[in-house]
């Protein structure tokens, strides 16, 4: 068996103090200081998320970069699985088609509701005709 030599000094521990002495210390005032109500807990946590006055602000992706980079994944899941692809792509058309059902049968009621108020209007005027209802089948 091949003898190994002493592994060089690993660079995950390089970066990892390095990174240590780029980040900005916390007063130690500010970490000790409890939070009591939610009022100053969401106010800190505001606080801590805003940029720094130097630090360039990252915009938020539009729409189309979110398609792009949603497209460009599922094609890298496709290269490795594509009955995982396939079962994904489904699940997304069924979901779609019960939406475009619900949206129509919802549009149906709405119609058929209008026609009844009319038709119940009309009774009411005094002509006696039957209340229309949804067709049956």
């Not at 505001?46 to 992706?61: D, V």
């Not at 475009?100 to 009411?124: P, S």
Request: charged fraction near 40%; proline fraction near 9%; glycine fraction near 4%.
């Amino acid at each position: 068996m091949k003898e190994r030599g002493k592994r060089p000094a690993s660079r995950f521990w390089t970066r990892l103090f390095k990174r240590e002495q780029e980040k900005p210390r916390k007063s130690a005032a500010k970490t000790r200081r409890p939070t009591t109500s939610p009022d100053r807990a969401s106010a800190s946590a505001a606080a801590t998320t805003t940029p720094e006055a130097g630090a360039p602000a990252q915009a938020r992706p539009t729409p189309l970069e979110r398609s792009l980079s949603e497209a460009k994944q599922m094609a890298a899941i496709g290269r490795k699985d594509p009955e995982r692809l396939a079962n994904m792509l489904s699940g997304i058309l069924t979901k779609e088609r019960e939406k475009a059902r619900q949206e129509k049968e919802r549009f149906e009621e709405q119609v058929w509701a209008i026609l009844r108020r009319d038709e119940e209007q009309e009774a009411a005027d005094g002509s006696s005709e039957e209340p229309a209802g949804p067709p049956r089948a």
